[in-house]
């Protein structure tokens, strides 16, 4: 389909008009990260580096930080496992109840974060008995990233023969074998794709770790909500928030670009 010069000159204004509404924001946090002035007054008055010095000098920031990445170490790990099980089990296998799977597998992810923190903190302390800390923590956050996981392994091995497995199996090859040596290979770029948004999912999960960490379980997110309202504490949470935004753009495009490979 070819647009008329003023069809592509609206789309393009349109276009830099969402851009402009989802970025600029960005942008104003980047500038304010460099204000001199400690209540962030605008326009600058001045520009200083001092409080990013003050933010890689903070102790409790960086056990934060600690935290956030074990727990997405954590989850990812579960949800790479759990994941990738479920999604041979309802690609390569027929069985009574196979759609109600699926829908409850990806549920999570839809559900409002409200939901599933409430819910998991009651069967975690009601039914369960636990006490809330890094292990709920990690599989709270476990329950929405298996599916970005599923999505990505169920994508591709819908877009892959099952030939090839049949074929390992007649040559005498095991489950294992033939996973190891045909099924992974297909399906490896899937799982890193996958693995890389579930880190960055559970990195900046904010509502369901409010519900499911214990009380001296830190995540950054959590220290970025604490310490936003502060006095002459918002300077720092602007340079963490612009460090978040640079470290996250990473994973997030190597993740799509593997994702779109066939």
């Known amino acids: ?11 393009g204004a349109l276009t830099a008009f969402v851009l402009l509404v989802i970025y600029a924001p960005l942008a104003v946090v980047a500038i304010n ?8 007054v605008w326009p600058p008055p001045g520009f200083t580096t001092g409080w990013w010095v003050t933010a890689f000098h903070s102790a409790g920031l960086w056990e934060a930080v600690l935290t956030s990445v074990q727990v997405a170490i954590g989850a990812t790990f579960v949800a790479l496992i759990l994941g990738t099980l479920v999604a041979l ?6 069985f009574f109840g196979k759609s109600v799977v699926s829908l409850l597998v990806v549920l999570p992810i839809a559900l409002p974060g409200i939901v599933t923190g409430i819910a998991l903190n009651n069967g975690f302390r009601t039914i369960l008995g636990a006490q ?12 929405f990233c298996v599916v970005t996981v599923y999505n990505n392994v169920m994508a591709r091995l819908s877009r892959t023969s099952v030939n090839l497995t049949d074929a390992s199996a007649d040559l005498g090859a095991g489950l294992w074998t033939t996973f190891r040596l045909v099924t992974f290979p297909q399906i490896r770029s899937a799982l890193f794709a996958g693995g890389l948004l579930a880190f960055g999912l559970s990195f900046d999960e904010i509502i369901v770790t ?8 830190t ?6 909500l604490d310490n936003m309202f ?10 963490i928030a612009v460090v978040l935004v ?8 190597f993740a799509q670009r593997l994702s779109n490979q066939d």
Do not use: C, E
């Not at 089990?89 to 027929?94: G, T, V």
């Not at 809330?132 to 476990?142: C, R, S, W």
């Open 219 to 224: 995540t950054l997110p959590i220290w970025i």
């Open 230 to 239: 502060r006095p002459g504490q918002a300077p720092v949470v602007n340079v």
């Open 210 to 217: 409010t519900f499911t960490a214990g009380p001296g379980t």
């Open 33 to 40: 990260s460099f204000n001199s002035n400690r209540n962030m």
């Open 1 to 11: 389909m070819r647009l008329s010069k003023t069809s592509r000159a609206v789309v």
């Open 132 to 143: 809330l800390g890094m292990a709920t923590l990690i599989v709270a956050h476990a329950t």
């Open 246 to 253: 640079v470290t996250s753009a990473v994973p997030i495009y």
């Open 89 to 94: 089990a309802l690609s390569r296998y027929r």
